[in-house]
């Protein structure tokens, strides 16, 4: 039998459920590393207080599905019977008068959630978007880097930094930053030490530190302009950047990236990331079903 905890905040998530993602928290790092950032700040991504909550399978947690809106609802791993614990999600979520733009998760879990729901809505579809591929290092594997080194992006970084971002979010993400966020994103990475630049006579790749964990933590934001590719900066920087991180407190790093970019999945496992599983994107799209 399946119940739904929903939390009033990401601690009591935590809690909850903690200790059973971190049983695969590279897989679950999406979800675990949100829970993490939320406990922190409830608002750190958005305006809106986030979605949190638990599954449980006779009592015990099996899984989790976390929202910060406006984005998608995030699924982690369910160590259960899938299609019975996402038909019991979609119904508590339905009941709750609650829709959602999209869904991010493992693959078999964001199918089955993606096919029930829009089984739940009449006149909805679900288009697929991307199929992400989540690697882990635990060490890094020396190769020869480019010119340069790795630094800290500083407050005079800004106004470049916003500009990567912004093209970031473009490329990576397929959405166009509102007026003022990327500086504001910038501003704040910047002044939280996990904005990294790989520099080269100047600034030519960046790397993001971003949702750490209890044991790990993960890298982000990779971004080059498209003049300075192809010249090793990008490989150079996420080296860089998971050697230090792993030589601090962190006992893994983790990354997704695009199954549409080949080049970036070679890269990362010639320094020593290796690939665990797939996640898929979702966005639901709502027509004019029957009224319910």
């Known amino acids: 039998m399946y119940d739904i905890v929903q939390h009033g905040h990401a601690r009591e998530l935590l809690a909850l459920s903690g200790s ?6 590279s897989e679950n790092n999406l979800p675990l590393g949100l829970a993490y950032t939320l406990a922190e700040d409830p608002y750190y991504y958005g305006d809106e207080p986030p979605l949190l909550l638990s599954i449980l399978d006779n009592g015990d947690p099996v899984g989790v599905a976390v929202r910060s809106p406006p984005y998608r ?7 259960t019977e899938i299609d019975c614990a996402m038909d019991r999600l979609v119904r508590h979520l339905k009941n709750g008068n609650v829709r959602v733009p ?3 998760g493992p693959e078999a879990e964001a ?24 690697f882990e290092a635990r060490s890094v594997i020396d190769v020869p880097l480019a010119p340069g080194g790795l630094r800290p992006a500083e407050m005079a970084d800004q106004r470049l930094m916003a500009k990567w971002v912004a093209a970031f979010t473009r490329e990576a993400v397929g959405e166009e930053s509102g007026p003022g966020k990327a500086e504001r994103n910038a501003e704040k990475y910047i002044k939280e030490g996990n904005l990294y630049i790989w520099e080269d006579d100047g600034p030519v790749s960046i790397a993001r530190q971003s949702r750490p964990m209890r044991n790990g933590t993960n890298v982000t934001m990779v971004y080059t302009p498209a003049a300075l590719r192809n010249r090793g900066y990008a490989t150079s920087c996420v080296y860089a950047l998971t050697k ?4 601090g407190s962190y006992e ?21 990331y290796v690939p665990l599983g797939d ?14």
């Open 244 to 247: 230090k991180l792993l030589a």
């Open 102 to 104: 999209g869904v991010v």
């Open 20 to 25: 059973h993602l971190e049983k695969r928290e």
């Open 279 to 292: 996640t898929l994107e979702f966005d639901f799209e709502y027509g004019a079903g029957p009224s319910e």
């Open 73 to 79: 609802l995030v699924l982690s791993i369910y160590d």
């Open 111 to 134: 199918r089955s959630f993606s096919s029930q729901w829009i089984r739940a809505f009449p006149g909805c579809s679900a288009i697929p978007r991307k199929r992400l591929r989540v």
């Open 252 to 272: 893994f790093c983790s990354l997704f990236t695009d199954q549409s970019n080949p080049a970036s999945n070679h890269i990362y496992q010639k320094i020593g």
